[in-house]
């Protein structure tokens, strides 16, 4: 069944915290509550540093199937101090499912996502995510997902949904299937972060030999074989 809707969840709940001045140096919560305040404040840069993967996607290749806007998809992922940026979001054409195709520049270590939306029904109601599937439709979907997060509703972006780090430590494509909401027709999303590292994809030059094995000089008239070498980078 599309979206598993009906069916028990695979995966138990990801643990849900509440972004704090130090989450930006890995500090963990317990309840899903922020118990920081006796901890020095971190300055908002240094929290809207966590955030940066936005920066690691390559925009050229980047997707998003059922949006009601063509290019509006894109505009939810950007920099952690704009969330709150209201003119720019994406809402949902046919029903309440959206699917974001995002490949990355690089390799990722995923370690936590945002969910902003609405203070309505639109808001997402469950999130699926699924690694390294490029051009991934509707109909690819039907298969499990690398791990599932009911949502909360989230209208200032302060909610981090925490992915399980083994099974995210590689990604050079990520797909986001927002499969339901809280009821409305339509699905609306004003800001997706992504928080984790980047590394740099390594581009090896290979090299094939191309020869002949050695022939019996009776059979052929080869006075000499020249290799041939093919270089893919």
Same mark, same amino acid.
């Given at each position: ?9 695979? #995966? ?39 955030? !940066? ?9 980047? *997707? ?23 003119? *720019? #979001? ?6 309440? &499912? ?18 902003? !939306?609405?203070?309505?029904? @639109? ?9 390294? $599937?490029?051009?991934?439709? =509707?109909?690819? /979907?039907?298969? &499990?997902?690398? *791990? ?7 209208? @200032? !972006?302060?909610?981090?949904?925490? @992915?399980?780090?083994?099974? =995210? ?6 797909? $986001? ?8 027709? @339509?699905?609306? $999303? #004003?800001?997706?972060?992504?928080? !984790?590292?980047? /590394? ?7 090299? $094939? ?18 290799? &041939? ?5």
């Amino acid at each position: 069944m599309r979206g598993g809707v009906g069916a028990p969840d695979p #995966f138990p709940p990801a643990r849900l915290r509440r972004l704090c001045p130090a989450m930006a140096h890995g500090h963990g919560h317990g309840g899903g509550g922020c118990r920081c305040g006796a901890e020095r404040e971190e300055p908002p840069e240094r929290r809207g540093l966590a955030w !940066g993967l936005y920066l690691r996607i390559d925009r050229e290749r980047l *997707q998003c199937l059922n949006e009601r806007r063509e290019g509006s998809g894109a505009l939810v992922f950007r920099a952690w101090e704009d969330r709150g940026d209201r003119s *720019q #979001f994406v809402e949902s054409d046919d029903d309440e &499912e959206l699917l974001f195709n995002i490949p990355f520049t690089g390799n990722v270590k995923l370690k936590g996502i945002i969910v902003m !939306g609405e203070d309505d029904d @639109t808001h997402p109601s469950e999130m699926r995510l699924f690694k390294n $599937i490029p051009h991934m439709s =509707f109909d690819d /979907t039907a298969r &499990e997902p690398d *791990q599932v997060f009911s949502l909360n509703r989230d209208l @200032t !972006g302060e909610l981090e949904y925490a @992915t399980k780090i083994a099974r =995210f430590s590689n990604v050079y494509h990520l797909s $986001i299937h927002i499969s339901k909401n809280f009821g409305a027709e @339509t699905t609306k $999303i #004003f800001y997706i972060g992504l928080r !984790g590292e980047w /590394t740099e994809a390594h581009r090896h030059e290979v090299t $094939i030999c191309n020869y002949e094995a050695s022939a019996n000089p009776a059979d052929h008239k080869i006075d000499q074989i020249t290799p &041939e070498t093919h270089f893919i980078s």
